[in-house]
């Protein structure tokens, strides 16, 4: 298995250029409306290790969620497909 990336620290649009296993460690409350430097068909799965997070499904390049906005829990993950046509992240939140 590929070693897990830390997504950028309290940014909210962190970058996945380097890699597909994501973990997070945000020191304040956040809200994450896009993943930047994504390619067609990249997909990626995140790991909230913090309770500081909140994913943008309303007005933002994340679509899932039946388009609403969710504060992740720790231990909460996603797994998302970046469609380049569309500039958009599609994205399953799986809830523990």
């Not at 830390?6 to 020191?27: A, C, E, H, M, Y």
Request: glycine share 6%; proline share 3%; hydrophobic share 40%.
């Amino acid at each position: 298995f590929a070693p897990w990336s830390t997504l950028t620290v309290d940014s909210t649009t962190p970058s996945v250029l380097d890699g597909k296993q994501f973990i997070t460690n945000n020191t304040v409350p956040i809200t994450i409306s896009n993943f930047t430097n994504g390619y067609d068909g990249q997909t990626i799965s995140v790991v909230f290790t913090d309770a500081n997070t909140t994913l943008d499904f309303t007005s933002s390049s994340l679509k899932g969620n039946n388009a609403v906005d969710r504060a992740m829990a720790v231990g909460d993950a996603i797994n998302a497909i970046y469609r380049a046509s569309s500039a958009l992240w599609y994205v399953t939140v799986i809830d523990v």
